[in-house]
């Protein structure tokens, strides 16, 4: 897979994870034995039809929630063995997030919302590493503004910042481009494209849009809480296609 450095450990790993909510009668498989790695330095995109366990999926491999049976590791570390203090820390300092609503302080700057997992952590905020973010992100002119006062595209810059700031192992995104414009979309998905290949991240991103998924390097397909297949080098028109194949827009 294209840029997948530091071989070795996957960056995200699933054993034969499932998750079951609720019980008796009324229980839903949402993940049904999944298993999968996600290798350092590559972006994939997640897709499926509704329901397919796609969010699930995503929070179970972040940490922010639990599976029922089988392991999700990020790095070498098991989650399944910790409890909520440690995972926690361990989404503070090793994961990022960027969800489709932005989830800004509004009260706080710019830089103030980027800093905020370092404050969290109890890290020292580095004025280098400071600037170079912001930068990348191409919000260096607007580190004093609020939110209030960006587009929603610049609000995402700022939630990719925040996610990028204490160098995570992984960037997970819920549809992060899913409140956006066409035009700004790209441009938020060739931001997260080059935190991939300038940076080595490792981006995975839920998405039901074909086109946002062609920036990935491959995308895994859900159907019914499996992992249905997968595609490497995706272009919008053979991820539709594929979607198409599995009812998502029957
Ligand atoms: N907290 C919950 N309690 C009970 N069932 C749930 C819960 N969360 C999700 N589910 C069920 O698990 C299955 C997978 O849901 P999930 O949200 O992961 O799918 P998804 O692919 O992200 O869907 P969408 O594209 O519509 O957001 C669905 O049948 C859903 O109804």
């Known amino acids: ?22 019980r008796g009668a009324s229980a839903v498989t949402a993940l049904d034995a999944v298993t999968l790695e996600i290798p350092r330095g590559s972006f994939t995109a997640v897709m499926g039809p509704s329901g397919s366990g796609k969010s699930t999926f995503l929070h179970c491999a972040a940490g922010l929630d639990g599976l029922t049976s089988g392991s999700a590791f990020i790095g070498g570390t098991d989650l399944s063995g910790m409890n909520e203090t440690q995972l926690t820390k361990l989404r503070r300092e090793r994961i990022g997030f960027v969800f489709q609503s932005f989830n800004l302080v509004q009260a706080l700057t710019v830089e103030q919302n ?30 004093g503004r609020r939110p209030s006062e960006l587009s929603g595209g610049q609000q995402q810059r700022v939630a990719i910042a925040r996610a990028l700031v204490t160098r995570p192992d ?12 066409t035009v700004t979309a790209k441009e938020i998905l060739a931001l997260l494209r080059s935190c991939v290949d300038e940076t080595g991240q490792t ?21 019914d809480g499996r992992l249905s297949s997968r595609m490497d080098n995706p272009t919008a028109d053979r991820v539709a296609e594929r979607m198409t194949h599995l009812g998502a827009w029957a």
């Open 114 to 143: 980027m800093m905020l997992p370092l404050r969290w952590a109890k890290q020292k905020p580095d004025a280098a590493w400071r600037e170079e973010i912001l930068r990348r992100v191409g919000l260096a002119d607007r580190a």
């Open 203 to 223: 981006v995975v991103m839920v998405t039901h849009d074909p086109g946002a998924a062609s920036y990935a390097d491959t995308v895994v397909f859900l159907a």
């Open 170 to 181: 992984v960037i997970f995104g819920d549809e992060p481009t899913g409140a956006l414009d």
């Open 1 to 22: 897979m294209a840029g997948a450095g530091k071989a070795g450990v996957a960056a995200v790993r699933l054993r034969a994870a499932s998750k079951v909510y609720g």
